[in-house]
Structures are given as structure tokens and as C-alpha cells.
């Protein structure tokens, strides 16, 4: 058994180089970290916690072209997560219609 201290830092080497390869296909994704007030800390932390997938289908991020998924509605342009860029594309189009439609059903929900 290795010592904490080696661990952890087994493990950030270990994440780092997830990330590398994660990133290899989106050269623009620190300078849209950036955009969106983040750093690449925040970013491989929300990596990690999607573990390295697309938020909506779980796709790999590692084998597929991906996107920074952020709000279109608030002005502080908040990082949601990491999404495949099929999924992005999708929702990017549909998010006004989810949120009416997530309206809709819960003031038609009926009590009992």
C-alpha cells in the first residue's frame, strides 16, 4: 500500500492525463472555460464527476466531438457540464420547449 500523499498525487497525474485525452479534439475548450469564468481545475472536477461522459446519453468524451453545455437564459452564463455535441445540439434547440412543457405538467398535475 502506497502512502496518502503518493496516492493523491497518483491520482491527479492519473486525472490530468484523463484529461489530456479528453481535450485532444476540443483545442478551443480552455478558452471557453475562461469565457464562462472557470478554471481547468473546475472543469476536470466536472469531468470527473460526470465520469469523463456526455451529461444526457453518457457517451464516452473521450471518442466523441464534445461541448461545454452552459445557460443561454442567465446572464452569468453558468457551466452546466460537458455534453456530446449531438446532445448539445438537441438541447440547445429544445430548452425553451422543455422547461414550458415541464410547466405544463406540473400545474396539470393532479393531487391523490
Known sequence: MYPKE???????????????LVT????????????????AE?????LIEQEFCCGICVANLEIVE????HCHTLDDARV???LCKSCNTWLGKREGMIKQAWRYLKLTKKEG
Open 6 to 20: 503518493m496516492q493523491e498525487r497518483m491520482m491527479r497525474e492519473m486525472f490530468k492525463e484523463k484529461l489530456r
Open 42 to 46: 473546475f472543469f476536470l472536477g466536472l
Open 80 to 82: 452546466r457540464g460537458a
Open 66 to 69: 464534445w461541448d461545454i453545455d
Open 24 to 39: 485532444r479534439g476540443n483545442p478551443g475548450w480552455e478558452t471557453n472555460i475562461r469565457r464562462y469564468g472557470q478554471t
